[in-house]
Every structure is written in C-alpha cells, then in structure tokens.
C-alpha cells in the first residue's frame, strides 16, 4: 500500500492537512524536526489528533541531513510544507536558518525524489506570496514580477525556482502553491490574528506595525488544504505555479473591528514604526488556480475568524485537539 508523504506535518498548515488526508482514506507519513522557532510543544499540540490514529506515521527527522531515499520508497506524493517562516525573522543573522531549510532542504528532498515516476504522481510546493513583494497592481497574476522584499520571500522564490527545475529538466510532477495569508486554528503564535485574538481574550495590547491600513489577501486553512488536495488530484504542467488566496483582501483596522465585533471585547492598540519586509499589500488572482484545479475557496473571512475565536477561546483554556 502506498503512502503520501507531507513534511512540516506538526506545523499550522501540515497538522491540518494530514488530517484531511486521513479522512480521504491516504495513508500518510508525517515529517517534522521540531524546531526552535517557536515552541515545539505548541507543534505536538497540533498533532495530538493525528498520534495514535490508523494511518498515520510520524517521523522527527531534519530534511537538511537525514537520508531521504529510504522514506520515499512507497510515497505516491509529496506535500512540502516544512519551512522556515516568518518574514520580520528572516533579517540578520538569522538568515542562515533561511537558507539552509527554505533551500537546501527544498533542494535535497527533490533531489531524493527525482527518478522515481511513474510511482510518484505529484511534488506539491507550499510558496508564498511573498515572492511578489510590493506587486504593482492588484489582484496580482502569477505572470507579474516576482520581486520579494524580505530574505524569508527570497528564499521561498528559490525554493520555487528549484521546484521548476528539476520539473523542467526531469520531468518531476510537481506545482508550487503561492499561498496568500493562510489563517485559521493552530496559526503560529507569530502571526496576526493568533496575537490580535490572543491579546483581546486577554485584555493585552495589541501592537500594530504603520498605520493599520495596510491589506492582506486572507486564506482560511481549509481552502488552503483543499487547493493541496486538488493540486495532487489533477493533472497539470510540471512546474506550474498558482496563487491561492481566499478572495477577502481587508486591512489592518478593519480586521481588528471584526475581532471586537466577534468577541465583544475591545482592542487595544498600541502603533510601531512600519518594519522592513513587510509589504503594503496582497491581492491573489485566483483564475489560474480556478480553470486548472477547479479551485474556489468556500470560508468567508467573518466565518473563519469566528472558528478561529472559537479555537483560540479552547487553546487558552488548555484543551487539546
């Protein structure tokens, strides 16, 4: 029997997928090493659903030094979540953790997997849409310039760039997904609505960088998981790029109302300078994703948030998945 195999598994978007995976009836094998970036006890949290459940393996191994060929014998698929993430991180001396998990991770895991179709069937790349940066008009195409203005964005575009290659000049049936502000339970700690929502059940501030009017293109987590799910189940170029985003590009301050209105608590705002890498906005076309995967994201930006608040209220709690 074969097995699909989705490293990063403990993380925010892997833990979601495997779980969807199991559902569909695959037999997964879920990669994780744990890292430091935030607390690893948050990622087992993630995966308590998913230990102990038929069908699902977990291997703690690091993708930059551990052998690959002996995992990927009976893999019909690969789900590349594992990153190292945050843009505002990535700067300084940092950077190496970039380089060596963004890239050379990339790098050998798709070395580990070149040559082994027809078995594998699909190589899905988990991008972002950082590799844009400032884009010069919205809502942004994959044929617009892909100009990143944080180190994180420009590792993911080399992470892209490889995916193309060894498509391109192997044969690898792989996509890259270009992921737009993916959101939803289990979001790291790191990011903006698990501090919004965090900070406002607490009754702590909030802080927000520039003037609060900058936009993102938010993605619930299951659209996100599904536009993965599609990815692997339809035939596309090797090499192929999509955006996924969920269609509801809202600012800062508008977020940040719909959380008060949600919670019925207020936010307390605290203002920072602007910081570097950041960008002013995100806007996904989704037309590719559209007419190619049949992709069309089904969670409106006021129904993830209330599930998210609901989770958050859980997490606070202690309670697991």
């Given amino acids: 029997m074969g097995a699909v195999l989705v490293t990063g598994a403990a993380g925010f978007i892997g833990s979601h997928l495997c779980s969807r995976l199991l559902e569909d009836g695959e037999r997964v094998i879920g990669i994780d090493c744990f890292t430091e970036f ?22 703690e191994i690091d993708l930059r030094e551990a052998p690959l060929e002996p995992i990927l014998g009976s893999v019909d ?40 179709e027809p078995r594998l069937r699909r190589f899905v790349y988990a991008s972002s849409s950082s590799v844009y940066g400032d884009a010069p008009h919205y809502p ?12 994180y964005g420009v590792t993911k575009l080399a992470g892209e760039l490889l995916v193309r290659l060894y498509a391109r000049s192997y044969g690898l049936p792989a996509v890259s997904l270009r992921y737009f502000t993916v959101y939803g339970p289990r979001q790291r700690p790191d990011m903006g609505f698990h501090r919004f929502l965090r900070a406002i059940s607490l009754g702590e501030a909030i802080t927000v960088y520039g003037d609060g009017e900058q936009t993102r293109d938010f993605t ?27 269609g509801s590009r809202t600012s800062v301050r508008e977020i940040l109302a719909l ?3 949600i919670t019925g608590k207020a936010a307390r705002v605290v203002r920072a300078p602007s910081v570097p890498g950041d960008v002013l906005h995100t806007g996904a076309d989704t037309g590719r994703a559209r007419s190619a995967l049949g992709y ?20 606070l709690s202690g309670e697991t998945e």
């Fill in 77 to 116: 698929a690969v789900f590349h979540q594992a990153a190292q993430a945050g843009v505002r991180s990535s700067w300084g001396m940092r950077f190496g953790d970039y380089v060596t998990i963004n890239i050379e991770a990339t790098q050998r895991l798709l070395e580990a997997c070149r040559g082994r």
């Fill in 220 to 246: 619930f987590v299951s659209d996100a998981v599904e536009a993965n799910l599609l990815a692997f189940r339809t035939a596309t170029e090797p090499g192929a790029v999509f955006n996924i985003g969920g």
């Fill in 140 to 151: 942004t195409t994959e044929e617009d310039p892909t100009l990143p203005i944080s180190p």
């Fill in 296 to 315: 069309r994201p089904r969670v409106g930006l006021e129904d993830g948030l209330r599930q998210m608040a609901a989770w958050m209220a859980r997490f």
């Fill in 259 to 261: 959380l008060e209105r």
């Fill in 38 to 59: 935030y607390d690893p006890s948050l990622k087992r949290r993630n995966l308590s659903g998913l230990l102990g459940r038929s069908g699902f393996e977990l291997r």
